[in-house]
């Protein structure tokens, strides 16, 4: 993932990242897997309860890319298991993310 390229699950909008992802709560771990199509599959621990699971993926995703949980922002998917997500300023790119 480079700044300035886009990929089928991610695209730079200036400083800001946008992720596209499919999420699998209630796994074993946590982990980006694999890209399926325009999206990146990602399990989380978390279950799909009280927003439990939205929760837990954002601060999954501030650690990742090196920001404050407040510069992750869930911008569609809500309640359904595909999302799209933006990462104000990421700081750091994840070595294990898929291309």
């Known amino acids: 993932m480079t700044p300035g390229i886009d990929g089928a699950w ?3 909008q200036g400083e800001s990242l946008l992720l596209r992802l499919r999420v699998q709560p209630k796994a074993r771990s946590d ?9 990146c ?3 989380i621990t978390a279950p ?19 920001v404050a949980r407040n510069r992750v ?6 309640t ?8 104000r300023g990421p700081q750091t790119l994840p070595p294990d993310l898929p291309g």
Request: net charge positive.
């Open 10 to 12: 991610y695209q730079w």
């Open 31 to 39: 982990a980006f897997l694999a890209v399926h199509g325009e999206r």
């Open 41 to 43: 599959k990602v399990r």
């Open 48 to 66: 799909p309860t009280d927003g439990k699971a939205n929760a837990h993926l954002q601060q999954l995703l501030a650690q990742a890319f090196g």
């Open 73 to 78: 922002e869930l911008e569609a998917g809500q």
């Open 80 to 87: 359904a298991r595909d999302k799209v997500f933006r990462i």
